[in-house]
């Protein structure tokens, strides 16, 4: 362990860090062309500001990118992985999902290094690929080129995305061929062990034409205290009538920063139902994007979030109908207690060339506490007629007539108020039919509504 | 031995308002009490108060069951001692299920000590239970699955109302105005349901302005409320009076409360012009 220390990095993201991290990395020359590009970006976009519509409410000055450093040794990681994932001392912290279900997969990260890889062989023949990205980018390079950041998460993007393609580490790639449909779900898990790590992990998925499959991935810290960063991306490419279900369970502890940006893109007669929950971290920012670019192609997205004391959870989240015929269909509820704060700026996108579009948003907040916050601004920009685009938002406190009417029946107050939280969030459950995933959000309920400090 | 619900020299104020000015009522195991009475003469809030509504403030008095007193306790903990309330306005639990919130309650109901995440009734056992007091009950079981009250009829709403009462089994059952706001087929649902439950293990106040649940539920005793005061008490015969005739005769024999009932009728007006004035009267 003690040489995997002294091998790691130099904390920081500065040109000598990026430079010891491009030459510790042994990839191909497209891969750190990619990087290479992608850090001039990023030193480019430190000079400006963040775009203030998606991040003026978000406070980041707290956040010091220079006392986060990348693990770059296998050694590192398998002894966290060991330590860690075996021996977890927080009943807390940890996964919530790794038990739940038989997974065709699992590919698990410690610390953006990759610690299990496995893929039922029955897929493995029939052409499915499911690993970490580091090792995939060596053996299936002309599989992912065409794809890694070239089509959903751009590096030229905005600050986060340049941050996150010139120093991602581990992934998780999933590839699903032609017409081949993956009836069992398969698992990835990224985790951060030793403090101040950082996390850069980037999930790929490609579903070719007719494809069909289910994604639960999850991140988690495996020490309550331990100060984290991720800058991550996902990015989820549907062919044409391909299926994927993708779901995303945030919950890392509450000293680790989240800045995502996540893509999906689908073509014609497509389905991609997200699911993101939304649980740990102390600030989270995700910039997710879907985009429907084929006629007929359907987005559904759900977010589940529950955030306590003085959490800050921010979606920033466009739905972007480029084809006729498209459909999108956003339902975000939230629940918030003590300090914490949610937001959720949504916006519906309707292009020139996407007649008869579909499109629906809403965010529904629920308030346990008078000093938390919900801000929900959704909005549509339209350039084509003949559309429906709809959207609404609530925020509220619990309804007391509904807790006295609970107890009355003879359930405590606090129980009231947890079958009343999850009522609340049932509805997004109701459109997610993975019950593993209902399951564990509704675990996950359950123990937040344990934490933190009483209402 | 037979428990009773006894209420004494209770005065109750909302916002400070004194609205019970000095009710006393004991019902018994086994027994069906009526309370009658005009608009605003107090029924509901002493249902609420007896449920322990935060928002009713009990001034002077007490309820207690078997000894008791419930004064300080909390909704949930009178429930578990067997007290039980059919909203006159059910509420709506979006997202809960009927069968999951029923299991939880009955699970606490019958074991007053459980705290939170310790385990339900079996599951077996509690669907076999609830299908039968559907079945019963002339309700489709499909309800079970159905998010409590979202989306429900006024009748399907009152019949959730003594379903769970069905359920839950209560030593006291406080019914308010549970056949209002129902056709009469309704009424008849829902108020044979309530005699096929009332036994000599329960007892049964029912708060209402018509005869019809009584017809099926023939009280022992009638109560007559005016502003904030039980003024009379007597048999059947009383609520059939009251039905035909109205409470004008009640109001000739009870001068004083007539008097207070149209005060708080003004009152409540001047109230709300006295307090657009300056406070510093």
């Known amino acids: 362990m003690s040489t995997a220390i002294a091998s790691s990095s130099a904390a920081g993201f500065s040109q000598e860090v990026f430079e010891h991290f491009l030459s510790s990395r042994h990839e191909p020359a497209w891969v750190s062309e990619l990087r290479r590009e992608a850090f001039a970006k990023y030193t480019e976009f430190l000079e400006q500001p963040l775009d203030p519509e998606e991040w003026k409410r978000i406070d980041l000055r707290a956040l010091k990118p220079s006392q986060f450093h990348l693990v770059t040794t296998q050694a590192a990681t398998e002894a966290s992985a060991a330590s860690g994932l075996e021996a977890n001392a927080d009943p807390a912290i940890g996964t919530l999902l790794a038990d739940r279900a038989e997974f065709a997969g699992r590919v698990i990260h410690v610390d953006g290094q990759s610690a299990i890889s496995e893929l039922s062989e029955e897929l493995a023949a029939r052409g499915v690929v499911f690993g970490s990205l580091t090792q995939l980018i060596q053996t299936h390079g002309d599989l992912l080129k065409p794809y890694l950041m070239k089509r959903a998460v751009k590096h030229d993007q905005d600050r986060m995305s340049a941050w996150h393609a010139a120093f991602w580490t581990g992934g998780t790639v999933l590839y699903v061929p032609r017409n081949v449909r993956v009836e069992a779900p398969l698992y990835g898990l990224v985790a951060l062990a030793k403090d101040k790590a950082a996390d850069f992990s980037h999930t790929l998925v490609i579903l070719e034409d007719g494809a069909e499959a289910t994604l639960l991935e999850e991140t988690t810290s495996l020490h309550a205290t331990h100060a984290g960063l991720h800058v991550g991306g996902v990015e989820l490419l549907l062919g044409q009538e391909a299926r994927l279900r993708y779901v995303q369970l945030q919950n890392w502890n509450h000293r680790t920063w989240h800045l995502a940006t996540q893509a999906g893109h689908v073509e014609k007669d497509g389905f991609l139902q997200w699911t993101v929950g939304g649980l740990g971290s102390r600030l989270a920012h995700t910039h997710q994007d879907v985009s429907l670019d084929g006629r007929g192609a359907v987005a559904q997205v759900n977010g589940v979030t529950f955030a306590i004391n003085r959490q800050v959870i921010s979606y920033y989240t466009q739905q972007t109908h480029r084809a006729p015929d498209t459909r999108s269909d956003l339902l975000y509820k939230d629940v918030l207690r003590d300090e914490s704060r949610v937001i959720w700026r949504g916006m519906i996108d309707v292009e020139k060339g996407a007649p008869r579009t579909d499109g629906y948003q809403r965010n529904d907040s629920l308030l346990l506490s008078t000093t938390a916050r919900a801000d929900a601004i959704p909005g549509l920009e339209i350039e084509t007629d003949d559309v429906r685009c709809t959207h609404g938002a609530t925020v509220g406190e619990v309804d007391q007539d509904q807790i006295l009417y609970c107890m009355c029946r003879g359930l405590s107050r606090h129980e009231a108020m947890h079958m009343i939280v999850e009522g609340f969030f049932q509805q997004v459950y109701d459109r997610i039919p993975v019950p593993a995933v209902q399951e564990t959000l509704s675990q996950a309920v359950e123990r937040k509504l344990g934490l933190g400090r009483d209402t | ?281």
Do not use: W
């Open chain 2, 1 to 281: 031995m037979v428990a009773s619900l006894k209420i004494q020299d209770l005065h109750v104020s909302v916002e400070g308002l004194p609205i019970l000015r000095g009710v006393s009522l004991e019902v018994r195991q086994g027994e069906i009490h009526a309370l009658m009475g005009p608009n605003g003469s107090g029924k509901s809030t002493l249902a609420y108060t007896l449920v322990g509504h935060p928002k009713y403030e009990i001034t002077q008095g007490s309820i207690e069951i078997d000894g008791k007193p419930l004064n300080e306790l909390d909704a949930c903990e009178r429930a578990r001692l067997g007290l039980f309330l059919a909203f006159q306005y059910p509420i709506v639990i979006p997202g809960v299920k009927v069968a999951d919130f029923l299991r939880h309650a009955i699970t606490n109901i019958r074991n007053p000590d459980r705290k939170e995440g310790e385990g339900l009734i079996p599951m077996r056992e509690f669907r076999k239970e609830l299908k039968a007091m559907m079945d019963e009950l002339g309700m489709d079981s499909e309800f079970a699955r159905r998010y409590l009250n979202e989306g429900f009829s006024g009748g399907e709403k009152k019949r959730m109302e003594i379903l769970q009462l069905a359920m839950l089994k209560p030593r006291f059952a406080v019914l308010d105005e549970t056949d209002s706001g129902l056709d009469s087929d309704a009424v008849r649902v829902v108020s044979e349901g309530l005699r096929k439950l009332s036994g000599p293990q329960m007892g049964v106040l029912i708060i209402t302005h018509h005869e019809r649940l009584l017809e099926y539920n023939v009280p022992q005793f009638t109560h007559v409320m005016l502003a904030g005061k039980i003024v009379e008490t007597g048999d059947a015969s009383l609520a059939r009076e009251l039905h035909n005739e109205g409470y004008s005769k009640v109001r000739l024999r009870h001068p004083e409360e007539a008097a207070e009932e149209a005060a708080r009728a003004s009152g409540r007006s001047s109230e709300a012009n006295r307090t657009a004035e300056p406070a510093s009267v």
